[in-house]
C-alpha cells in the first residue's frame, strides 16, 4: 500500500514538475538577472519541493510555496556574489607593488612556509601583512570575528618564525609575489 501512496506522490510531482518548472526558472532569471543561472535555481527549488513533497502538496498553494523557495534560493545566490564581489574589492588593489631587488630566495622560503600554514593561519597572515587589510576587514572577508583573526594571526606569524628559523618577523611578502591557491597547504 505505502508503494500506491508513493507512485502517486511521484505522478502528482511530476506532473506539478511539467506544468511549473518554466514558470519557476523566469522568476528565478528575473530576481537573479542570471539567465543561465534560472535553469540551475529552478531544479535545486523543485528538489527541495520533492524533499518536502508531502507538505507542498497539502499547502493551499502549492504554486505559491514553490515561488517562496525560488525567492529565497535567489536571494542567497545574490547575497554569496554581493559578498564575493565584497572581497575581491578588498584584495583589488588599483596601484601597483613594485620591489627595487626583491630577495626572491627569501620570498620563496616564506612562501613555502605559508602553504604549511593551515587554511585559516595562512589567510589571516597573508590579509594582514600582505593585502595590509585591517582586523576588521581580514574578519569580513573571512567570515569570521575580529577575535579569531587576531588570534590566528599571531598564532601564524609564531609558526612562520619557527618554521623560518628566526626570532624576526617573515620579511613582508607584496601581494604580487604571493602564492595563489591552497596548493600543499593543510586547507583548515
Known sequence: MGT??????????????????AELARLAALLTGEPDAADDLAADALLALWHRWDRVRAADHPVAYARGVVANLARTRIRSAVRERRRITL??????????????????????ALRRLPFRKRACVVLRHAFDLSEKDTALALGVSV??????????????????????????????????????????
Open 4 to 21: 500506491v501512496v508513493d507512485d502517486a506522490a511521484s505522478v502528482e510531482f511530476h506532473a506539478f514538475f511539467e506544468r511549473h518548472y
Open 91 to 112: 584584495f583589488w588593489s588599483q596601484r601597483e607593488d613594485k620591489t627595487e631587488n626583491p630577495d626572491i630566495p627569501g620570498t620563496v622560503d616564506v612562501q613555502e
Open 147 to 188: 577575535g579569531t583573526v587576531k588570534s590566528q594571526t599571531s598564532k601564524g606569524m609564531a609558526e612562520l618564525k619557527r618554521l623560518l628559523g628566526t626570532d624576526e618577523a617573515p620579511i613582508r611578502v607584496h601581494a604580487g609575489v604571493l602564492p595563489t591557491g591552497g596548493a600543499g597547504g593543510r586547507d583548515r
